[in-house]
């Protein structure tokens, strides 16, 4: 099963908004809206940021703000700021009931 | 709290067995899937699969079916994953995570991950 398609780089400058777009197929999203976005910074776990497309956990920034439009998720990042940097990894449920996650973006702060 | 704490790093020859274990604790053990997270040095997550505490009953990505075996100690909250013949690409970290899934679904809480290297 291949991962998720998401740029491998992305950055921005403090203050600026960034978005990281991940791509699969139909199957891949199984037509749930079961994607959530995760950062993880070096050394460290994963840490789910948003879940169900657009849904933020307690205590996650308002900041962190999710879409899907057609088979393509997006996770936005405002206001950026040099904690945000890290790798973001989005996953998602699949049609056979399996799950997989994205090929990983790099957040660089400027 | 909940917490998810994995065994410590394995250092393994090819061809060897291996088991690595994640203890939970702070929640109701058979009320929530345990995951497993292969990442590779400098790479990405890839899922393996999950197990269901409350029956053992597992569900295994193509990718890894057959090469790993998912099961779990309800008495003591564990979780392990293990193998029977390592390869040289089995090499990564090793993270255990919980997922929720009633009306929403994801990955709530990680272990802190367990560090595989094989190598002869």
């Known amino acids: 099963q291949s991962a998720l398609t998401q740029p491998a780089s992305v950055s921005g400058s403090p203050g600026q908004s960034i978005t990281i777009s991940c791509t699969g197929s139909?199957?891949?999203?199984?037509?749930?809206?079961?994607v959530s976005w995760y950062q993880q910074h070096p050394g460290k776990a994963p840490k789910v940021m948003i879940y169900?497309?657009?849904y933020r956990p307690s205590g996650i920034s308002n900041r962190f703000s999710g879409s899907k439009s057609g088979n393509t998720a997006s996770l936005t990042i405002s206001g950026l700021q040099a904690e945000d940097e890290a790798d973001y990894y989005c996953?998602?449920?699949?049609?056979?009931?399996?799950?997989?996650f994205g090929t990983g973006t790099k957040v660089t702060v400027l | 709290e909940v917490q998810l704490v994995q065994s410590g790093a394995e250092v393994k020859k090819p061809g060897e067995s291996l088991k690595i274990s994640c203890k939970s604790s702070?929640?109701?053990?058979?009320?929530?899937?345990i995951n497993w997270v292969r990442q590779t040095p400098g790479k990405g997550l890839e899922w393996m699969g999950r197990?269901?505490?409350?029956?053992?009953?597992?569900n295994y990505s193509p990718s890894f079916q057959g090469h790993v075996t998912m099961s779990a100690d309800k008495s003591i909250t564990t979780a392990y994953v293990q193998w029977s013949s390592l390869k040289a690409s089995d090499t990564a970290i090793y993270y255990c995570?919980?997922?929720?899934?009633?009306?929403?679904?994801?990955?709530?809480?990680w272990g802190q991950g367990t560090l595989v290297t094989v190598s002869s």
């Open positions: 996953s998602s449920y699949t049609s056979t009931s399996t799950l997989v």
């Open positions: 197990l269901d505490p409350s029956d053992s009953n597992t």
């Open positions: 169900d497309v657009s």
């Open positions: 139909s199957s891949d999203f199984g037509g749930y809206n079961y």
């Open positions: 995570a919980r997922r929720v899934c009633n009306i929403n679904c994801y990955f709530d809480y």
């Open positions: 702070g929640y109701s053990f058979t009320s929530y899937s």
